[in-house]
């Protein structure tokens, strides 16, 4: 038995004696109730964080980051569903947005040919929940490609919460690295949330260190920052090849 069916075996098991409360806002016996889906409504802008563009759908906070938060704190995968529709609204308008910025042989042939990478989990996050939020939420996403994982980390590094911009830029300096493989690739950051961009940016360094072309970004949420940072409205336009 592997550790994953073991442990969704078990998830099983503990809710047939434990009761299911939401997960976005704890109404009892349902996972998610409808308010909570209803409140996961996807409105797709980009947000600028170093010169790239990071397309978003959600904004972070209230019903959306206590939904995130139930996946990624409590293993709550009944609550990854009603996300990944968002991350996949995201998913397709950066595909199509960076296929707008001179893409050669049109939207469809940059769409076919941008890989997806994901910001990888801490390895112990890994280990406590069994999987990895920001794969799942692709796999799930209904978006029809796969987020590979091209980045690593080479070491460990501090909680990200409660840091400023300058700490969480020196907390992540140089704990990722890409996998060659990505060299000359046309890639898409993607990562659950972005706050002040530090992780993309040292995701964008590590890509390009090994000869990747970063295209742009795509987060399930945003936070809003106090500084009032721009975010603009996307235009997802023509879907491409589906
Ligand atoms: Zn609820």
């Given at each position: 038995m592997t550790r994953d069916v073991l442990?969704?075996?078990l998830g099983e098991a503990a809710a047939v004696v434990s009761p299911v409360r939401c997960a976005g806002c704890g109404a009892a016996d349902i996972g998610v109730c409808a308010a909570c889906?209803?409140?996961?409504?996807?409105?797709?802008?980009?947000v600028q964080v170093g010169?790239?563009?990071v397309v978003v759908a959600l904004e972070y906070g209230g019903v959306v980051a206590r939904l995130l938060g139930a996946v990624k704190e409590r293993g709550r995968t009944d609550a990854l569903g009603v996300l990944?529709?968002?991350?996949?609204?995201?998913?397709?308008?950066g595909v199509v947005g960076c296929a707008g910025v001179g893409g050669v042989g049109g939207v469809a042939g940059v769409a076919t040919s941008v890989v997806l990478v994901a910001v990888p989990s801490a390895r112990a996050a890994v280990r406590r929940r069994g999987f990895?939020?920001?794969?799942e939420l692709v796999r799930r996403s209904g978006s029809g490609r796969p987020a590979r994982r091209g980045l690593v980390?080479?070491?460990?590094?501090?909680?990200?919460?409660?840091?400023?911009?300058?700490?969480?830029?020196?907390n992540?300096?140089?704990?990722?690295?890409a996998s060659a493989r990505l060299a000359g690739?046309?890639?898409?950051?993607?990562?659950?949330?972005?706050?002040?961009?530090?992780?993309?940016?040292?995701?964008?360094?590590?890509?390009?260190?090994?000869?990747?072309?970063?295209?742009?970004?795509?987060?399930?949420?945003?936070?809003?920052?106090?500084?009032?940072r721009e975010s603009t409205q996307v235009t997802p336009g023509r879907p491409a090849g589906n």
């Open positions: 442990r969704s075996w889906r209803a409140a996961v409504l996807p409105s797709v802008r980009g010169g790239l563009t990944a529709g968002a991350m996949g609204v995201a998913l397709r308008a990895r939020p920001v794969d980390l080479v070491r460990d590094v501090a909680d990200q919460a409660g840091l400023g911009v300058e700490e969480r830029r020196a992540l300096e140089g704990a990722l690295r690739r046309r890639v898409l950051i993607v990562d659950d949330v972005v706050t002040t961009g530090a992780t993309i940016g040292e995701a964008r360094r590590a890509l390009e260190a090994v000869g990747g072309e970063v295209a742009g970004a795509v987060c399930l949420a945003y936070t809003r920052r106090r500084d009032g």
